[in-house]
């Protein structure tokens, strides 16, 4: 749950706004977006890292609110697409704080990238290099490139949110020679500064051992560069990837502790290898947004299913399910639900939180325990969705993708509004 988060006599507030009248006002469901927690995350990362610079990762939740407190709370961003950038000229980000990443950008893109002045371009293949050595020197201007590496670690999560293993598609392999090809051509080319290696082993991670590992490896890597091409790179990332609590059984990663960790790491490392300390940086997504918003739901229908054993589980039908959080299906994701509208004395029962979708995987809690009397009407909040749901959902079924109201003493505001039937029909120019 975000920090303004309270629950009386069964009602559960957010930046002292019942979800009930929440939903009153703005309808169901929505994503609630707590504005106070989401600044003190963003500010916790900051001053923890102090000596860093903090990329918020756009992919994980984006709007030009949020890039607004992003400017506002001294952290750069990072986007991995025209669209994410543009979201940021949009709010009138500072373009020198912005880190452009992606294994395919177009050449349109990448122009735009250059035209906007982004303060570094994450390159990712060779063919990547030319096209932004052939824009830059197109229109005679410089920009910054770090080049992502791959440093052949096992992130401990799923395997489709994993990328430091050899065989995905990001980075150069650093075990194969091809990161140090890359930081030639990067060196070589005159429109391209080249400014230091990039690495991001992978999300939801809690176990620190994966970036100490990939510390080591890029570390080596850039004290080659010094030696072997001759080159200072005067920067480092390390990704992003924190992993957050989703469930009680989590234990979410800690800031300040992370930052002394990798500190500790690097200071050794560079201390060993003889370099001066590359400036680092860090990229953030889910660590910030996640546990800033929970989506709330009104239940429909409830239906009890025998188990095998004799045991039973209710299902709760809510009014979204997958096209608003896709990660139960995709990720077999955890996520936890409770009863936001009023106060049960009934026992629990184990139930699944279920969406309106025309397939059986539409799930968004999978095990929770509800009250035994929980019935249509009911609001269920589900935490943590701030990350990875409303910037994956979709229009699966037709259905409108609910709005992400802000909260914040005591008062909302649209921060997306939600989908109209005209918005759905403005891309369907059929005949009629
Ligand atoms: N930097 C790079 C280069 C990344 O690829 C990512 C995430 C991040 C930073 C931010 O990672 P975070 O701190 O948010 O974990 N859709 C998946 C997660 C995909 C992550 C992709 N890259 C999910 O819902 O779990």
């Known amino acids: 749950w975000s920090q303004t988060a309270t629950k009386a006599d069964g009602v559960l507030s957010v930046g002292g706004v019942p979800l009930p009248e929440l939903v009153s ?6 994503y609630v977006l707590d504005e106070a927690d989401f600044r003190s995350r963003a500010r916790a990362f900051r001053d923890a890292f102090a000596a860093y610079d903090v990329y918020y990762a756009g992919k994980a939740f984006l709007c030009t609110t949020v890039v607004r407190w992003l400017a506002e709370e001294g952290l750069s961003l990072d986007v991995c697409s025209g669209g994410e950038l543009a979201v940021a000229e949009r709010a009138g980000f500072p373009m ?3 880190g452009f990443h992606g294994n395919n950008k177009t050449l ?7 035209e906007l002045g982004v303060g570094r371009v994450i390159v990712d ?3 990547e290099i030319e096209r932004l050595a052939s824009v830059t020197s197109e229109r005679g201007r410089t920009v910054g490139v770090m080049v992502r590496v791959t440093a052949g670690v096992e992130a401990h999560t799923h395997e489709y949110i994993a990328t430091a293993h050899e065989d995905q598609k990001f980075g150069f392999s650093i075990a194969s020679g091809d990161a140090l090809d890359a930081v030639r051509r990067v060196h070589e080319a005159p429109g391209l500064r080249l400014l230091g290696l990039h ?10 051992s994966g970036f100490e590992v990939a510390a080591r490896r890029v570390l080596a890597l ?12 005067p920067e480092m990332d390390l990704g992003g990837g924190f992993g957050i609590a989703y469930t009680t059984q989590d234990d979410p ?9 990798i500190t500790k790491i690097v200071e050794h490392e560079c201390r060993a290898l003889g370099v001066a300390e590359p400036r680092l940086s860090i990229e953030p997504g889910r660590a910030i947004v996640g546990p800033s918003m929970c989506t709330v739901y009104e239940v429909g229908t409830v239906k009890e299913v025998a188990l095998d054993g004799g045991a039973r589980r209710t299902y709760v039908s809510v009014d979204g399910g997958m096209s608003d959080n896709i990660r139960t299906a995709l990720y077999d994701a955890d996520y936890s639900a409770t009863i936001a509208s009023r106060r049960s004395g009934s026992a629990p029962a184990l139930a699944r939180v279920v969406g309106k979708h025309c397939e059986a995987g539409d799930i968004v809690v999978k095990d929770e325990f509800l009250p035994g009397d929980v019935r249509p009407g009911d609001l269920v909040a589900v935490p943590g969705t701030g990350a990875y749901c409303r910037s994956m959902a979709s229009n699966y079924n037709h259905a409108l993708r609910p709005p992400v109201i802000g909260v914040r003493d005591g008062k909302t505001f649209t921060v997306l509004r939600r989908e109209t039937e005209a918005d759905l029909f403005a891309t369907d120019v059929g005949v009629l």
Do not use: K, N, Y
């Open 25 to 30: 006002e703005h309808g169901s469901p929505a």
């Open 96 to 98: 020198e704080r912005v």
């Open 108 to 114: 349109a893109e990448l122009e735009r990238a250059v």
């Open 125 to 127: 293949s060779f063919h």
């Open 199 to 208: 690495s991001h082993i992978g999300s939801q991670i809690f176990d620190t």
């Open 222 to 233: 850039h004290a080659t560069v010094s030696e072997e091409v001759g080159v200072e790179m």
């Open 253 to 261: 990663s800690d800031p300040a502790q992370l930052a002394t960790e």
